[in-house]
T-cell receptor, first 118, second 110 residues
Framework: EPEVTQTPSHQVTQMGQEVILRCVPISNHLYFYWYRQILGQKVEFLVSFYNNEISEKSEIFDDQFSVERPDGSNFTLKIRSTKLEDSAMYFC????????????????FGAGTRLSVL | LAKTTQPISMDSYEGQEVNITCSHNNIATNDYITWYQQFPSQGPRFIIQGYKTKVTNEVASLFIPADRKSSTLSLPRVSLSDTAVYYCLVGVNQGGKLIFGQGTELSVKP
């Protein structure tokens, strides 16, 4: 069964450092997403991406965050200068169908990257 | 996007059928109902999706009454490995944003 893969599984970094979280979406999917989950809290939407552009982003996704699809298979989330409060699980997801009124838009999630900012 | 309400937690025993009901009174005409499962320290996993009446797959069944203001996820003969958080989501906006609530924490005991 195709799956979304994320690397690394655990990233430890010092406050103020840049981190890049990597994702390989399911191969025929065209719509990509990042979510995060702080320990004990809800899964929160960060950003959606299609056709090399951000479709939507949340208030959390400020100027410290960026996303990129550097090649045909990878999708990355960069945090420029990490803060303590960025410590969370970060999940990448992908979907085959576009979001929209009549779409089923089933999103498939990776296992996540645990980011620990010290 | 429709607001959903589901129980915070449920307990069950191995071999029992578990039904988790979700209320979504302001569901829109074109909204689908989707359920995800999440194990600790893992990403949400798609279980089942439906629009009306009944949908069944190898994992679960989804029952949706005619007014679509609620839905029930049915897990037949649960095992310990079904212990997880279950999320009911209704609709998705144009940007693809899924809104997760607190979900229902299902605990299956031996």
């Amino acid at each position: 069964e195709p799956e979304v893969t994320q690397t690394p599984s655990h990233q430890v970094t010092q406050m103020g450092q840049e981190v890049i979280l990597r994702c390989v979406p399911i191969s025929n999917h065209l719509y990509f997403y990042w979510y995060r989950q702080i320990l004990g809290q809800k899964v929160e939407f960060l950003v959606s991406f299609y056709n090399n552009e951000i479709s939507e982003k949340s208030e959390i996704f400020d100027d410290q965050f960026s996303v990129e699809r550097p090649d045909g298979s990878n999708f990355t989330l960069k945090i420029r200068s990490t803060k303590l409060e960025d410590s969370a699980m970060y999940f990448c997801a992908s979907s085959a169908n576009p979001p929209g009124l009549l779409s089923q838009n089933i999103q498939y999630f990776g296992a996540g990257t645990r980011l620990s900012v010290l | 996007l429709a607001k959903t309400t589901q129980p915070i937690s449920m307990d069950s025993y191995e071999g029992q059928e578990v039904n988790i009901t979700c209320s979504h009174n302001n569901i829109a005409t074109n909204d689908y109902i989707t359920w995800y499962q999440q194990f600790p320290s893992q990403g949400p996993r798609f279980i089942i999706q439906g629009y009306k009446t009944k949908v069944t797959n190898e994992v679960a069944s989804l029952f949706i009454p005619a007014d679509r203001k609620s839905s029930t996820l049915s897990l037949p003969r649960v095992s310990l490995s079904d212990t997880a958080v279950y999320y009911c989501l209704v609709g998705v906006n144009q940007g693809g944003k899924l809104i997760f609530g607190q979900g229902t924490e299902l605990s299956v005991k031996p």
